[in-house]
């Protein structure tokens, strides 16, 4: 199976919004609800920011929230901040052969 | 609270296996499903596959089936991944993460912190 497919980079300005977009998801996300979103800086573990589709850890800035119509999903962070430069990746649980999918991450830089 | 405990790194020669561990610390292991998921250097993040704790169900991505092995050991709350004829390309940081809300991998909000596996002759 392929990966989902997301944009290599996107960038903003402090202050700005930018989203990023997650494309490939199968038709099960509206049956698992399965789509999340992880925040990733070099050296570190991956952070969950978003899980089933829209909904926010108590840990994650009400700044970031996600979206999902027909096979894309999305990820939007409003407010950007220095702190929120890093990598992004959006993952799928499907009832397909691999269970779980994982886009090829975006490199978020604030300029 | 529940925390995922790896150690820190391996180096193995090209053609041999890795066991990376993954002990389970907090609650109870039973509960879980353990996701790996690995990042070789400039690349993205890969999900592996999948056990479930309380059953010992796998699911493994196709790229790695026939060469991954994932097991549990419920007497030491601990869960390995086992890698075997290592190429230079698998040379990573491999990562452990669960669910909290249950067993199957929805999505992963605890994670360990990486064990580097170095494959190099």
């Known amino acids: 199976q392929s990966a989902l497919t997301q944009p290599a980079s996107v960038s903003g300005s402090p202050g700005q919004s930018i989203t990023i977009s997650c494309t490939g998801i199968?038709?099960?996300?509206?049956?698992?609800?399965?789509v999340s979103w992880y925040q990733h800086h070099p050296g570190t573990a991956p952070k969950l920011i978003i899980y089933?589709?829209?909904n926010r850890p108590s840990w994650v800035s009400h700044r970031f929230s996600g979206a999902s119509s027909g096979n894309t999903a999305s990820l939007t962070i409003s407010g950007l901040q220095a702190e929120d430069e890093g990598d992004y990746y959006c993952t799928s649980y499907t009832s397909a052969t691999t269970l779980v999918l994982f886009g090829g991450g975006t490199k978020l830089t604030v300029l | 609270q529940v925390q995922l405990v790896q150690s820190g790194s391996e180096v193995k020669k090209p053609g041999a296996s890795v066991k990376v561990p993954c002990k389970v610390s907090g609650d109870t292991f039973t509960n879980y499903g353990i996701n790996w998921v690995r990042q070789a250097p400039g690349q993205g993040l890969e999900w592996m596959g999948w056990i479930s704790a309380f059953n010992g169900n796998t699911n493994y991505a196709q790229k790695f089936q026939g060469r991954v092995t994932m097991t549990t050991d419920t007497s030491t709350s601990t869960a390995y991944m086992e890698l075997r004829s290592l190429g230079s390309d698998d040379t990573a940081v491999y990562y452990c993460?669960?669910?909290?809300?249950?067993?199957?991998?929805?999505?992963?909000?605890?994670w360990g912190k990486g064990t580097t596996v170095t494959v190099s002759s």
């Open positions: 993460a669960l669910r909290l809300a249950g067993i199957l991998p929805y999505y992963m909000d605890v």
């Open positions: 089933e589709v829209t």
């Open positions: 199968s038709g099960d996300v509206g049956v698992y609800n399965s």
